[in-house]
Nanobody, 122 residues
Framework: QVRLVESGGGSVQAGGSLTLSCTVS???????LAWFRQAPGKEREAVAG???????MYADAVKDRFTVSIDNSKTSLSLQMNSLKGDDTAMYRC?????????????????WGRGTQVSVSS
């Protein structure tokens, strides 16, 4: 069993910044971590993650605004979010799953945290 706990969400005005953290109950080993988000009435979508080779992956919607990183112990994934927009409002959740899935669609595979809410007001 792998447990993930997200933190750092909150309310911010458009143009502001937030940093989210995802703490994992164990070192990720050969698995990968990624951030997803889901806004009301919309499907869950990938945001950013770390690939097998340690490189960062981003959805087009957040590229150049968000920065994802993993700590040296490989038990904590961060998401620095800058220039936030109203469209970024969503529940953000991290997932521990096979690296082969990359930033592919959300599936039941893997372990998910409960999420942290981000609300951006204009």
């Amino acid at each position: 069993q792998v447990r993930l706990v997200e933190s750092g969400g909150g309310s911010v005005q458009a143009g502001g910044s937030l940093t989210l953290s995802c703490t994992v109950s164990r070192e990720i080993g050969t698995y990968c971590l990624a951030w997803f988000r889901q806004a009301p009435g919309k499907e869950r979508e990938a945001v950013a993650g770390i690939a097998t080779d340690g490189s960062a992956m981003y959805a087009d919607a957040v590229k150049d605004r968000f920065t994802v990183s993993i700590d040296n112990s490989k038990t904590s994934l961060s998401l620095q979010m800058n220039s936030l927009k109203g469209d970024d409002t969503a529940m953000y959740r991290c997932v521990y799953r096979s690296c082969a899935l990359g930033l592919g669609p959300a599936t039941i595979a893997g372990y998910w945290g409960r999420g942290t809410q981000v609300s951006v007001s204009s």
